[in-house]
């Protein structure tokens, strides 16, 4: 593809496009990657990015030779269709080296070993959320392999990211992060993603259990919906697309995500970007930290494994945990007393802000109306504002609905896309907007009416139960919005 203005020219031994033997020219410039990432609503792939990046190299046997006699935590889990997520909670874990995870990933027959008493056809392995600082902890040389900066993000390298291998079927359960938003590259294997919008949250039957700071897992397993439990589900809009290895896979704040291994070996590196708005998603996370382990702290004192992420070693503390919040709500102020960014007085007038975007989405909504009875390629000028192209490609939903079963399910392959012109991306964004402000407050109430109706006899309602309401997405929202305005009068 020939490069637009401002591409940026890499020289070396990469292979690519370029007047010159050498030379590589990208298709994006950082400064324009990082105004993609920025203001882009919807996920999409990056492609031809990363080609000159060393850590398109970091295959598994590479990383085996690099990690050598290392050892790493694998999470072990079932291949099975059953419609309860695998939380890793449920999951039993192997310490063992790379070399020992390529044995038994590629000797099947294997009898010994840390992962002798897991049969291959039955299990799958994941070491996940390898952070770099911790893993190349003595090869931090290693860090300049992966190169964020090629998105604008200038000093951005392995230090601030995350590696992840996993064999055939390894997944993690759907779930939203509540911080940043996340850039994904796909090094070996392919993987698919299952993604769903921030305002099918409750049609995702939200839950902080098991409790992770950062994490809100769906108590729907995606793949394979229980659809009697879980009705509201058939309302969520799935977006399917399979990541291949050079790809850099975009994920907006607050996507859902389903995310599984479909090559016997896979490698990936992710980093996750901070963003404005984390200052107030850090003070939800902590009155979440708050009321989780106060209420099951008080259930079971003994038992934290059952409800509290492997991934949370912290202690759990009712004291503590005040603290944390404290040093939240203090870091939030501090951050807005210095920035010019947001004016402290705007922390009062949040409702003023929401008419405001409620009238932004309403007159969305007009343009929609007026623009989609002829929705076809757009403007020349549309065109040439849109970043969609061979080299950047939007996931759009999926054209089929949700599956009641594992295999059903419709997979976008970035053939049919029309968002190559800005009219078909401002379509999906209004849609998007007016589903949230005209139906998210009344999905939650039929949920709710939902679970009524379907589980009629059943009268015991458990801690976890409550929790699910209080520490609603929704709810802790507002809890944060009334402690900050409480502190700024």
Same mark, same amino acid.
């Given at each position: 593809?020939?490069?637009?203005?401002? %591409?940026?020219?890499?020289?070396?031994?990469?292979?690519?496009?370029?007047?010159?033997?050498?030379?590589?020219?990208?298709?994006?410039?950082?400064?324009?990657?990082?105004?993609?990432?920025?203001?882009?609503?919807?996920?999409?792939?990056?492609?031809?990015?990363?080609?000159?990046?060393?850590?398109?190299? !970091?295959?598994?046997?590479?990383?085996?030779?690099?990690?050598?006699?290392?050892?790493?935590?694998?999470?072990?889990?079932?291949?099975?269709?059953?419609?309860?997520?695998?939380?890793?909670?449920?999951?039993?874990?192997?310490?063992?080296?790379?070399?020992?995870?390529?044995?038994?990933?590629?000797?099947?027959?294997?009898?010994?070993?840390?992962?002798? $008493?897991? &049969?291959?056809?039955?299990?799958?392995?994941?070491?996940?959320?390898?952070?770099?600082?911790?893993?190349?902890?003595?090869?931090?040389?290693?860090?300049?392999?992966?190169? /964020?900066?090629?998105?604008?993000?200038?000093?951005?390298?392995?230090?601030?990211?995350?590696?992840?291998?996993?064999?055939?079927?390894?997944?993690?359960?759907?779930?939203?992060?509540?911080?940043?938003?996340?850039?994904?590259?796909?090094?070996?294997?392919?993987?698919?993603?299952?993604?769903?919008?921030?305002? &099918?949250?409750?049609?995702?039957?939200?839950?902080?259990?098991?409790?992770?700071?950062?994490?809100?897992?769906?108590?729907?397993?995606?793949?394979?919906? &229980?659809?009697?439990?879980?009705?509201?589900?058939?309302?969520?809009?799935?977006?399917?697309?399979?990541?291949?290895?050079?790809?850099?896979?975009?994920?907006?704040?607050? /996507?859902?995500?389903?995310?599984?291994?479909? &090559?016997?070996?896979?490698?990936?590196?992710?980093? !996750?970007?901070?963003?404005?708005?984390?200052?107030?998603?850090?003070? $939800?996370?902590?009155?979440?930290?708050?009321?989780?382990? %106060?209420?099951?702290?008080?259930?079971?004192?003994?038992?934290?494994?059952?409800? @509290?992420?492997?991934? $949370?070693?912290?202690?759990?503390?009712?004291?503590?945990?005040?603290?944390?919040?404290?040093?939240?709500?203090?870091?939030?102020?501090?951050?807005?007393?210095?920035?010019?960014?947001?004016?402290?007085?705007?922390?009062?007038?949040?409702?003023?802000?929401?008419?405001?975007?409620? @009238?932004?989405?309403?007159?969305?909504? $007009?343009?929609?109306?007026?623009?989609?009875?002829?929705?076809?390629?757009?403007?020349?000028?549309?065109? %040439?504002?849109?970043?969609?192209?061979?080299?950047?490609?939007?996931?759009?939903?999926?054209?089929?609905?949700?599956?009641?079963?594992?295999?059903?399910?419709?997979?976008?392959?970035?053939?049919?896309?029309?968002?190559?012109?800005?009219?078909?991306?401002?379509? @999906?964004?209004?849609?998007?907007?007016?589903?949230?402000?005209?139906?998210?407050?009344?999905?939650?109430?039929?949920?709710?009416?939902?679970?009524?109706?379907?589980? @009629?006899?059943?009268?015991?309602?458990?801690?976890?139960?409550?929790?699910?309401?209080?520490?609603?997405?929704?709810?802790?929202?507002?809890?944060?919005?009334?402690?900050?305005?409480?502190?700024?009068?």
């Amino acid at each position: 593809m020939a490069a637009g203005p401002g %591409a940026t020219t890499h020289t070396g031994s990469a292979a690519g496009a370029g007047d010159e033997e050498g030379e590589y020219v990208k298709p994006f410039t950082p400064e324009k990657a990082k105004e993609i990432v920025m203001s882009l609503q919807q996920p999409a792939i990056f492609c031809n990015m990363v080609v000159d990046w060393p850590a398109q190299h !970091w295959t598994v046997e590479h990383l085996s030779e690099v990690l050598h006699g290392k050892q790493i935590r694998f999470r072990m889990g079932m291949k099975s269709t059953d419609t309860v997520p695998q939380f890793e909670t449920t999951c039993s874990y192997v310490e063992a080296t790379i070399e020992e995870f390529l044995t038994w990933n590629c000797d099947h027959s294997s009898i010994s070993g840390p992962f002798r $008493e897991y &049969d291959h056809s039955k299990f799958w392995a994941y070491a996940d959320y390898k952070y770099f600082v911790s893993l190349f902890e003595d090869k931090t040389d290693i860090f300049q392999d992966v190169i /964020w900066s090629d998105f604008g993000f200038p000093g951005r390298n392995g230090r601030e990211s995350t590696l992840w291998i996993g064999s055939l079927g390894a997944h993690t359960p759907c779930h939203l992060d509540s911080y940043g938003c996340n850039l994904v590259f796909q090094v070996q294997g392919r993987k698919r993603w299952h993604l769903f919008s921030p305002e &099918d949250t409750p049609f995702l039957y939200p839950t902080r259990i098991p409790y992770e700071e950062s994490s809100v897992f769906s108590k729907v397993n995606v793949v394979n919906p &229980d659809l009697k439990r879980f009705p509201q589900f058939q309302k969520a809009q799935r977006h399917v697309v399979t990541l291949s290895p050079g790809q850099v896979l975009f994920v907006p704040r607050h /996507w859902w995500h389903y995310v599984e291994s479909i &090559d016997p070996v896979t490698v990936s590196i992710n980093s !996750w970007i901070e963003l404005e708005e984390d200052h107030h998603a850090r003070v $939800e996370e902590a009155i979440t930290r708050m009321l989780v382990c %106060a209420l099951k702290s008080a259930e079971d004192p003994h038992n934290t494994r059952a409800w @509290l992420n492997p991934t $949370e070693v912290e202690e759990t503390s009712h004291e503590v945990n005040c603290r944390y919040l404290n040093r939240a709500v203090s870091a939030f102020f501090d951050h807005y007393r210095t920035s010019k960014v947001v004016d402290i007085q705007e922390l009062k007038t949040n409702e003023e802000y929401m008419k405001k975007q409620e @009238l932004n989405v309403q007159n969305l909504m $007009e343009v929609e109306h007026t623009g989609s009875q002829n929705l076809t390629l757009g403007t020349v000028r549309q065109e %040439a504002a849109s970043p969609f192209g061979p080299d950047l490609i939007p996931v759009v939903p999926s054209s089929e609905n949700p599956p009641s079963e594992r295999g059903g399910i419709f997979e976008n392959d970035n053939k049919d896309f029309v968002g190559k012109d800005g009219e078909h991306f401002g379509k @999906l964004h209004c849609t998007k907007r007016q589903r949230m402000m005209s139906k998210s407050e009344n999905a939650t109430v039929e949920q709710i009416a939902s679970n009524h109706s379907t589980a @009629l006899p059943q009268t015991f309602i458990s801690t976890d139960d409550v929790l699910d309401c209080l520490v609603n997405p929704q709810v802790t929202k507002i809890v944060a919005q009334f402690l900050i305005q409480g502190r700024s009068l």
